[in-house]
């Protein structure tokens, strides 16, 4: 059964802050119901904080977008070699980011972004898979540094945002390209058939 995160998030911190002085004080009662009452209102505050900050960056979010850990699929119109290439360079429009990890052979990359005043850093990993020669499919994912925070404030979604839009520019870019090509050859060929029929070659 999954738990809102509005009693998710106050009761962990309720527990924390209430186990904390239940062991120092030799096991009070009143001090760890005071500790857990205080972290509980802490937690329900700093959800309603995060929640905040993650409309600011996803206006019209949904429940995904309040996730701490992120996930996304797209498809990108080039083959392996190339998309390999571009995940390395999207990596660019992540604010202080650095490859950690590149294994172009098992198609993994892994980024991390430095930590700021919401999180104390977050992890992006790039899952390439070839699926014809033309195309590859890219699997994001955003994880917060260290694993056991609760809230990411938005983080992880804003960066697999920017990073897909990021890849969609560069789709785009490749397919303006093909057609280009693909119009340029099919006016090369009508071409080379008109000289041949006035020439009596057909």
């Known amino acids: 059964m999954k738990i809102n995160r509005y009693i998710y998030v106050p009761l962990i911190c309720g527990i924390l802050f209430g186990l904390l002085p239940f062991l120092m004080s030799g096991g009070d009662f009143f001090e760890m119901l005071f500790g857990f009452v205080l972290g509980s209102l802490m937690g329900l505050g700093l959800q309603v904080y995060s929640d905040y900050k993650v409309r600011q960056v996803a206006p019209k ?9 992120q996930k996304r699929n797209l498809v990108l119109f080039a083959d392996y070699e190339r998309a390999f290439d571009i ?3 999207s990596a660019g429009v992540l604010r202080r980011a650095k490859v950690k990890r590149q294994d172009k052979t098992r198609g993994i990359i892994e980024v991390k972004i430095a930590m700021n005043w919401n999180v104390s850093g977050e992890k992006i ?11 590859t499919e890219i699997e994001l994912q955003s994880a917060p540094v260290p694993a056991t925070v ?5 983080e992880g ?7 897909c839009a990021f890849l969609q520019d560069k789709n785009d870019e490749l397919n303006r390209k093909y057609l280009s090509a693909k119009k340029t050859d099919s006016a090369e060929i009508h071409t080379d058939l008109f000289q041949k029929e006035k020439t009596g070659a057909l």
């Open 61 to 69: 979010a949904d429940a995904e977008a309040f996730k701490i850990r």
């Open 87 to 89: 995940c390395l360079e």
């Open 125 to 135: 990993t790039y899952r390439l898979k070839k699926l014809t020669a033309a195309t």
């Open 150 to 154: 609760l809230l990411d404030y938005g």
């Open 157 to 163: 979604w804003k960066a697999l945002k920017d990073v």
